[in-house]
């Protein structure tokens, strides 16, 4: 879906892209097969989450450190300050996890890559050196 107030790039005659100012950026995001950082995904996909409620939907107990992963990993997640009161009525600015818009592209080309059946960089290189590992072996043998 294209927003009709944003300026779209431009393509010329043989097929190169010409940006224009307020053309989006691509986005870019590692991608993660670790549980914890999809259940994370999921959760803040659904809705903006406190801490408390981000750490019980993922299963840890540290979840500014799971959202400091996800960060190093291409992805914003802004926390906004909301006013709230805690329990003895003392009023508190409590932290709020969201994904911005741009994260939410990043989500969605990550996902169409994995689902296309493109192969994860970590993977390969394990692959490479399992291969490896075997001609060594089968060498020695």
């Known amino acids: 879906m294209k927003k009709p107030d944003r300026r779209q790039a431009k393509s010329d005659f043989f097929g190169t892209t010409e940006t224009t100012p307020d053309s989006t950026t691509p986005a870019k995001f590692a991608g993660t097969?670790?549980?914890?950082?999809?259940?994370?995904?999921h959760a803040l996909n659904t809705r903006p989450m406190p801490r408390e409620h981000l750490d019980r939907a993922v299963g840890c107990s540290n979840g500014p450190d799971l959202v400091a992963e996800l960060r190093r990993r291409g992805l914003e997640v802004p926390c906004q300050r909301v006013?709230?009161?805690?329990?003895?009525?003392?009023?508190?600015?409590?932290?709020?996890?969201?994904?911005?818009?741009?994260?939410?592209?990043?989500?969605?080309?990550?996902?169409?890559l994995r689902q296309k059946?493109?192969?994860?960089?970590?993977?390969?290189?394990?692959?490479?050196?399992?291969?490896?590992?075997?001609?060594?072996?089968?060498?020695?043998?």
């Open 117 to 141: 059946g493109s192969i994860d960089l970590t993977l390969a290189g394990l692959l490479a050196f399992a291969g490896v590992c075997a001609f060594m072996l089968i060498g020695v043998l």
């Open 83 to 112: 006013s709230d009161t805690d329990r003895d009525g003392m009023p508190i600015l409590r932290g709020v996890y969201h994904f911005t818009e741009k994260d939410r592209r990043k989500l969605a080309m990550w996902q169409r």
């Open 33 to 41: 097969d670790n549980p914890r950082h999809l259940r994370a995904i």
